[in-house]
């Protein structure tokens, strides 16, 4: 099973951002530091679509959004899945059973 590592810090990304923008290669870092050039490669793009500089891709706002909005659907699928089992249960206990059309 292949190694993984806890995501480095918000702040130590950020530096890295700096020093690329500063004349410093992804390359050079990457020998300096423990990341890849190309996970710094995208820590400088990710940080160019949060300020605006780029429009090739969704910002940390919303990849959270999108992240948020994926759970909650998740969840709200997962409840409507228990109320349909829970009312057909209700309906074979009570002996009537609702129409086979769906009004939603």
Known sequence: ????RRPYPA???ARMVELVRAGRTPEELAKEFEPTANSIRN??????????????GLSTSEREELRRLR???KQVKLEREILAKATAWFARE????PSGGSSS
């Open 71 to 73: 759970r909650d659907l």
């Open 11 to 13: 702040e130590f990304r």
């Open 94 to 97: 009570t002996g009537s059973m």
């Open 43 to 56: 820590w400088v793009q990710q940080a160019d679509r949060d300020e605006g500089r780029r429009e090739d």
């Open 1 to 4: 099973m292949p190694k993984t």
